[in-house]
């Protein structure tokens, strides 16, 4: 196994912005880091659980995917949309469905209709685990690799917001647009893969 091109994908599949990243950063800048790190727990769970069943189920998933890639690409859609909404709608410090929308649950929650990181567990563990280790260990501990990193990944995004908390709290609606039209530009581009999907 070829460690280091393993790392490398993980590591630019997880920085990159997504929705797990724009949510992240959402909640810390308007309620700060430590309030964020609620999401960004629920994330690792629910992406460790996520890297064992590609890496248990990727032979399956290979069989299967065409078939529901197009209803996961809808259900993540309409999620993140939901998502951007809870955003534009927020408040510095709200504590109420917003606040509610990005605790552990969502985190967990959110990888299973996440159509990225489904799509990177699944090509991490079918390109680079499975050639060489198909036992429990070597698949837990590539979950983990990949769900850590997811984690690190949101704690950066994170810290931004969390730097961007003072211009939040001045710049409401502004910070909240940008951080919404983020989400949305997720969603639109699970949307275009959809369509592109179905033409095809």
Known sequence: MDVAAF???VFVSTVTPGPNNMVSMSGAAQNGFAYSLRYTTGVFIGFFAL????GGFTAMLYDVLPAIEPWLLALGSAYILYLAWQVWRSKPGESGEAGKSRGVLTGILMQAVNVKGILFAVTGMASYV???YR???HLALCSAVMA???FVCCCIWALF???LVGAYRKHT????GVMALALVWCAADLIIDL???LIQ
């Open 51 to 54: 890297g064992l069943l590609a």
């Open 135 to 137: 036992d429990l260990p």
């Open 7 to 9: 790392l490398s994908y």
């Open 161 to 163: 917001g969390s730097v």
């Open 173 to 176: 609606k502004i910070v909240n």
């Open 148 to 150: 850590a990193s997811c």
């Open 195 to 197: 369509i592109g999907g």
């Open 130 to 132: 499975l050639p060489h």
